[in-house]
C-alpha cells in the first residue's frame, strides 16, 4: 500500500507565495519520477513540474522563473515552491510518483495520485 500525503495549499493573494509538500509512505522499494500536476475548473489535468530520481526538472512554461521544484530522496518528499502566484494558478495540485513496491525483477512502476490540494490565489 502506497499512500501520498499532500499539505500547503491554501488561499493567498496576486503576488503571493506558497508551497507545497507531498510525502510517499507505505511499502516503497524505489521511487522514479515524482511531481505536481493541476486541474482547473473546466480545464484537464496538466503537469506544473516534474523531477526525476536524479534531479533532472522539468517545468510548464507557464511557471517557469515562479516555481521551483525540489525533492528530498531520503524523505520521499517533493516540494512545490510557488512565489508571484497569479489568479490563473487557482487549481486543485496534485502530486504524482512513480513508485515501485517491491525489489523483485517481475515488479514494476506504477504512478501514484495524492488526493489533491487546493490552491487558490485571489483578492
Known amino acids: 500500500q502506497v499512500q501520498l500525503v499532500e499539505s500547503g495549499g491554501g488561499l493567498v493573494q496576486p503576488g503571493g507565495s506558497l508551497r507545497l509538500s507531498c510525502a510517499a509512505s507505505?511499502?516503497?522499494?524505489?521511487?522514479?519520477?515524482m511531481g505536481w500536476y493541476r486541474q482547473a475548473p473546466g480545464k484537464e489535468r496538466e503537469l506544473v513540474a516534474a523531477?526525476?530520481?536524479?534531479?533532472?526538472?522539468n517545468y510548464a512554461d507557464s511557471v517557469k522563473g515562479r516555481f521551483t521544484l525540489s525533492r528530498d530522496n531520503a524523505k520521499n518528499t517533493v516540494y512545490l515552491q510557488m512565489n508571484s502566484l497569479k489568479p490563473e494558478d487557482t487549481a486543485v495540485y496534485y502530486c504524482?510518483?512513480?513508485?515501485?513496491?517491491?525489489?523483485?525483477?517481475?515488479?514494476?512502476?506504477?504512478?501514484?495520485w495524492g488526493q489533491g490540494t487546493q490552491v487558490t490565489v485571489s483578492s
Open positions: 504524482n510518483a512513480e513508485i515501485k513496491t517491491s525489489y523483485s525483477i517481475y515488479s514494476r512502476y506504477s504512478r501514484y
Open positions: 507505505g511499502s516503497i522499494f524505489n521511487i522514479n519520477d
Open positions: 523531477i526525476t530520481r536524479g534531479g533532472s526538472i
